[in-house]
């Protein structure tokens, strides 16, 4: 079964500091990822998924990610934190067919300090 | 165009009692999908229709029911409610569909629908 780990509950950056949240993945072929990002009191926005080709994806605010087969991973980065970006920010692994659910991890915490 | 509607935004039910959330798909989106966000269990998935049948069914116990109208509409019930209901449901929408490539079809979420269990 796809399982997605993202090993940090809680990050604290200052304002300007770069940022790379953690995620890792398990799933028997390769899988379609992404990353949303959660306010409060709000819903899931999408910040940027890889299906295929290039392992280096863009996506809004600024946000990048890279997969990485070899250590099933899927790292989110932005090289400069803006306070705005304090948020939750989930990754999620789904199968390409679409016939299974999203399967999501439990969630970064992002705090921004000046 | 407009995103996923869902309503109630906020409400507090006590134990036993039963309720209903709606939620409202983007237009020319055949899916919706469930979600259960609580702060230990994280999102959890309850259920997805596509086309008014229910395609997909997480664990969750029968309390936990869902159905979608003709026009995508989608909602789901919970009854006998307990304390541990407590949580933020979210529903996605997405166009839907099955077969090579389909988990391209890329899930816009609500703003969910806050339940508090007294």
């Known amino acids: 079964a796809q399982s997605v780990t993202q090993p940090d509950i809680h990050i604290t950056v200052s304002e300007g500091a770069s940022l790379e949240l953690r995620c890792n993945y398990s799933?028997?072929?390769?899988?379609?990822l992404f990353w949303y990002v959660q306010s409060p009191g709000q819903g899931l926005q999408l910040l940027l998924k890889?299906?295929?080709?290039?392992?280096l994806v863009q996506g809004i605010k600024g946000f990048e990610a890279e997969f990485k087969r070899s250590q099933s991973s899927f790292n989110l980065r932005k090289p400069s934190v803006h306070w705005s970006d304090a948020a939750e920010y989930f990754c999620?692994?789904?199968?390409?067919?679409?016939?299974?659910?999203?399967?999501f991890g439990k969630g970064t915490r992002l705090s921004v300090i000046a | 165009k407009a995103g996923v509607t869902q309503t109630p935004r906020y409400l507090i039910k006590t134990r036993g009692q039963q309720v209903t959330l709606s939620c409202s798909p983007i237009?020319?989106?055949?899916?919706v999908s469930w979600y259960q966000q609580t702060p230990g269990q994280g999102l959890q998935f309850l259920f997805e229709?596509?086309?008014?049948?229910?395609?997909n069914k997480g664990n969750f116990p029968g309390r936990f029911s869902g159905r979608q109208f003709s026009n995508s509409r989608s909602e789901m019930n919970v009854s006998t409610l307990e304390l541990g209901d407590s949580a933020l449901y979210l529903c996605a929408s997405s166009l839907g569909g099955t077969g090579p490539g389909s988990g391209a079809n890329v899930l816009t979420f609500g703003a969910g629908s806050r339940l508090t269990v007294l």
């Open positions: 999620a692994v789904g199968a390409p067919s679409g016939n299974t659910p999203l399967v």
């Open positions: 799933y028997g072929a390769t899988p379609y």
């Open positions: 229709y596509f086309s008014e049948t229910q395609r």
């Open positions: 890889y299906f295929s080709g290039d392992t």
């Open positions: 237009s020319g989106h055949r899916s």
